[in-house]
């Protein structure tokens, strides 16, 4: 059974780097169609898509946070990784990884149990 | 991108059938059959309950089903239950920003 999970400071400062990694167990990252995303839900809100990667590196992401947003993939850790940069109130969340299906379907079929991200001095 | 439309709740008594829309665009439902729904209970993840439009993954009741007509996308829960009190979410491809999400929907099981 495949099974993803978030790792991360809870904490972040306004203006800092928010940074988060999915590890990735039962299945392996490297394997081919599939693509692996990250998505965030401020508190009492909806889900909303930061971006995903493929684990050749290849990387898109949703236009609204394009500018602050970096994602990584280490196959040999069988990880990947978000970093959002100059962090404000607004990006308070609970961010969750998921593998992404993408091609003639498009779907998350897998999640993690998500990490909530407070930004605050 | 905006997020398609939902409403923002729906409620039924056990036992009875209610009906979630989701109304995106040309963009988006209109034009691909990759919309899929999510449902999400308190203080839980996301899980998958309908891809492409109207297919089940493996262990979701025949209860749950999916439908699109023109720009509109929806999910019928039969023989609603309770356990099925949730927030409901829908998503679809979009040519423009490649996934959007709905605005979500509370179940009430009154």
């Known amino acids: 059974q495949l099974q993803l999970q978030e790792s991360g400071p809870g904490l972040v400062k306004p203006s800092e780097t928010l940074s988060l990694t999915c590890t990735v167990s039962g299945g392996s990252i490297s394997t081919p169609t599939y693509y692996w995303g990250w998505i965030r839900q401020p508190p009492g809100k909806g889900l909303e898509w930061i971006g995903g990667i493929y684990y050749s590196g290849s990387t898109y992401y949703n236009p609204s946070l394009k500018s602050r947003v970096t994602m990584s993939a280490d196959t040999s850790k069988n990880q990947f990784s978000l970093q959002l940069n100059s962090v404000t109130a607004a990006d308070t969340a609970v961010y969750y990884c998921?593998?992404?299906?993408?091609?003639?379907?498009?779907?998350?079929?897998?999640w993690g149990q998500g990490t909530l991200v407070t930004v605050s001095s | 991108q905006s997020a398609l439309t939902q409403p923002p709740s729906v409620s039924g008594s056990p036992g009875q059938s209610v009906t979630i829309s989701c109304t995106g665009t040309s963009s988006d439902v209109g034009s691909y059959n990759r919309v899929s729904w999510y449902q999400q209970p308190p203080g839980t993840a996301p899980k998958l309950m309908i891809y492409e439009v109207s297919n089940r993954p493996s262990g979701v009741p025949d209860r749950f089903s999916g439908s699109k007509s023109g720009n509109t996308a929806s999910l019928t829960i039969s023989g609603l239950q309770t356990e099925d009190e949730a927030d409901y979410y829908c998503?679809?491809?979009?040519?423009?920003?490649?996934?959007?999400f709905g605005g979500g929907t509370k179940v009430t099981v009154l």
């Open positions: 998503s679809s491809y979009t040519s423009t920003t490649i996934v959007v």
């Open positions: 998921a593998r992404h299906r993408r091609g003639s379907s498009q779907n998350f079929d897998y």
